[in-house]
């Protein structure tokens, strides 16, 4: 292909071999310690203060390291894991119904649709069970059952109920007991907290990340941080489609700044469409609103049989329904994996049996478990979720039928890591939806919890002490040429930005690249469309950079600086997302390509051609390079995947 060149494969270093069940425990205890002494000396960077990097900051600073932590909202915790809604998984068997260790990692490997990578499933599988003791312990206060066990609910691709929940408001709840371990240490002086700061550039000396430039969004002041090691915890990217589930904050600038810098970008194309958000009502919305996989337990997803059926679906009889995915996936039935829910919804109405406006809309219903478990238990267990979808629409969901459509909703790609969780710029860690994560090509509902947790608790707490331990590392400050050097790049592209002065806001090209993105690199690719959208983006980014509007200055608060920034990089992202989702010729998870697909209309995986990562190296300004890491399946292996 003309868009990229291809470089030399990569391979995951640290990844251990032996049997799976040993690997993570025989890592750990391989990894090199830094001894308590040495901690207190040693200055750890954590942007984010999500679950990913709350978690992981309260830990570090806990063990004794100095943490300085990041985030451009006023308080950590606005950070945008409190909007999850439906829960986290955890392989505890409370339910006695099957589940396992194995079992976990068997249905994350298959959900993924076969490009993860076996070990560092296997481990997230394992500390799963960790990570309900550690947020029980802080007082989380998780759904019970009648007996006194934490409660559980099904997600999507499992046939357990392994899912831990606090109503629909679990990212909310984890989030205040990592916030509460953060509040901690700051107020014992081991984590210097800077709100409203954006992280800007990484500064890398001698190969290795040291420090990051940042500005204070209040005052506009640009300062240099230096540390032993920098940790990237800043989410997802999902907000390159303008309309998503995401928080309209969420934006992939940190990572993006690092992926300049030397940083691969894994899978860019991997974004996940949740089949559950209140349709899209008009061209006025900024945002969309998720209704929680967790419904899809109790709500039965159904159009008209007939085309054109437009009344009102109390008057549609029960034999004039289609109960589409329990009538095509019986075994797993409304409970079936986001990425082939949202692609069936997307059948249905395409075959004009979608309903409300536009006929973009399928519905979730819930009057056979009103009637069977009585009202007031679906109030309980959902009852936020029902008040939020009636407080968008103005429809009572008690009463009708919800109306849903598939959305943008989270983004599997991400800077590529090892095991250690180490991006390919030595002392630049990635956790949380930043990094590329163990999901795959396709997310199951209530992981990414589960693996923010996973990654900021347990598991670099472990990596990174080994890197440290190979410190000491020479002393830098704001002097070193490096450091200078990347607060002028900071300086110059906000005063670049400013100096345009044009006469288009930057929400209105923020949303036009959003439109190309959706229809072109979507819920369904196709060669002509990835081509015709990548120059669609060159040629509005080229536009962007001379006609976008930032009024004010730089020297306080300025909301459209700080957003041009963000949709400049969602300019240089798109075009690798939509390049990486030409060169990946079959369809997998949320990835699904019109040329592959099964003749009853699946994706169509090629295993011999595709079964590996593909991690970017940033081109400049010429073509990205390629670099493929090839994934071994020796327990779960690769079949084509069936919820049927
Ligand atoms: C509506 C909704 C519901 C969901 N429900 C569930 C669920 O039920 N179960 C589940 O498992 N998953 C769920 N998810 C997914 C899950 O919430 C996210 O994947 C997860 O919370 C991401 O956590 P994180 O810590 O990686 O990032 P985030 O929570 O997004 O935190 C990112 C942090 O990075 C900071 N940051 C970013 N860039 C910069 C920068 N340049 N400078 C400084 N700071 C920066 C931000 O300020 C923030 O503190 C849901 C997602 C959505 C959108």
Redesign the pocket.
Known sequence: MDLYTEGDPIADAKAPDGPIETRWERRRFEAKLVNPANRRKLTVIV????????SAAATLAEQGYQVKS????DS?R????????????AAKNYRNDGDSVHRLFYDTVKGGDFRSRESNVHRLAEVSVNIIDQCVAQGVPFAREYGGLLDTRSFGGAQVQRTF?ARGQ??QQL?LGAYQALERQIGLGNVEMNAR????ELIIVDGRARGIV?RDLVTGEITTEMADAVVL????Y?NVFYL????K???V??SW?AHRKGAYFANPCYTQI?PTCIPVSGDHQSKL??M???LRNDGRVWVPKAKGDNRAPRDIPEDERDYYLERIYPSFGNLVPRDIASRAAKNVCDEGRGVGPGGLGVYLDFADAINRLGRKAIEAKYGNLFEMYERITGEDPYQVPMRIYPAV??TMGGLWVDYDLQSTIPGLFV????NFSDHGAN?L????????LAD?YFVLPNTLANYLASGPFDKVDASHPAAVEARATVEDRLQRLLAINGDRTVDSFHRELGQIMWEHCGMERSEAGLRKAIDEIRTLRDEFWQRVRVPGDGEGLNQSLEKAGRVADFFELAELMCIDALHREESCGGHFRAEHQTPDGEAQRDDERFAYVAAWEYGGTGQPVLHKEDLKFEYVHPTQRSYK
Not at 48 to 53: D, S
Not at 81 to 89: E, F, M
Not at 244 to 247: E, G, Q, R, V
């Open positions: 942007v984010g203060t999500g679950l990913a990097g709350g990041y985030c451009y909202q950590p606005r950070a945008h894991s409190i909007a999850a809604q439906g829960g986290i998984n929940y679990t990212g989030l700061h954006e992280m800007l940042v915890a800043s989410g997802g999902g998503s589930t995401n928080a904050g969420c934006n600038t940190a700044r949740h609103t998720l929680s996989e967790s909703h989270y956790i949380g939806e930043a997310r509902g209530a992981s990414a919890l589960m693996q923010g900021g």
